[in-house]
């Protein structure tokens, strides 16, 4: 049950768009279209951003998207806002019926 | 509104045993599986157990299979988290959640309880 492999931090400017990205195994992230992002606010519990790889949650912005390919899942942000400074997480199901978090992304909006 | 509160967290020394509990509100909870989650300090989230909605169906990470027993009373609303054998390294903040039915993944998170093996 290795953590998924996240890049420690990414920047942006406001307005611009980033990616990050969110790399496994074809035992999880590969395997399933079950991967999801979270956002999380310092001391504050995390909120789903997207699940089923490409799935908004009602109200999450659409400025937030995702997808797959392969091995690696990848969370797109557009239109970079200074309330989107935050950390991420990614998440995927496996195959050992279990749940994998990745090591999480601090985005720094500049 | 969906709520999630959890409780029993404190110091403990290692070796010791502690419960934590987490009281669900908001929603029907003998339809739901729920998960624990825990945060070191400072550290990223780590996945530790899964309940099923009818309170089979259990899985654990690794880290605690064997040591920790996660369980239900759906009578009383409230998920639980028996940890035996507690290490120093199982230092953090433990939050309740719910699945995202059919979606395998997490919805709803509660604030969480923390516990410290010191």
């Known amino acids: 049950q290795s953590a998924l492999t996240q890049p420690a931090s990414v920047s942006g400017s406001p307005g611009q768009s980033i990616t990050i990205s969110c790399t496994g195994t074809?035992?999880?992230?590969?395997?399933?279209?079950?991967v999801s992002w979270y956002q999380q606010h310092s001391g504050k519990a995390p909120k789903l951003m997207i699940y089923?790889?490409?799935s908004r949650p009602s109200g999450v912005s659409t400025r937030f998207s995702g997808s797959k390919s392969g091995d690696t899942a990848s969370l797109t942000i557009s239109g970079l806002q200074p309330e989107d400074e935050a950390n991420y997480y990614c998440?995927?199901?496996?195959?050992?019926?279990?749940?994998?978090f990745g090591g999480g992304t601090k985005l720094t909006v500049l | 509104q969906v709520q999630l509160v959890e409780s029993g967290g404190g110091v403990v020394q290692p070796g010791r045993s502690l419960r934590l509990s987490c009281a669900a509100s908001?929603?029907?909870?003998?339809?739901?599986?729920m998960h624990w989650v825990r945060q070191a300090p400072g550290k990223g989230l780590e996945w530790v157990a899964h309940?099923?909605?009818?309170?089979?169906?259990?899985h654990y990470a690794d880290s605690v299979k064997g040591r920790f027993t996660i369980s239900r009373d759906t009578s009383k609303n409230t998920l639980y988290l028996q940890m035996n054998s507690l290490r120093p390294e199982d230092t953090a903040v433990y939050c309740c959640?719910?699945?995202?039915?059919?979606?395998?993944?997490?919805?709803?998170w509660g604030r969480g309880t923390l516990v410290t093996v010191s």
């Open positions: 959640a719910r699945d995202l039915t059919g979606h395998w993944t997490i919805d709803y």
């Open positions: 908001g929603f029907t909870f003998s339809t739901y599986g």
């Open positions: 309940v099923g909605y009818g309170g089979n169906n259990l």
């Open positions: 074809s035992s999880d992230v590969g395997g399933y279209n079950y």
């Open positions: 089923d790889v490409n």
């Open positions: 998440i995927s199901y496996t195959r050992s019926s279990t749940w994998v």
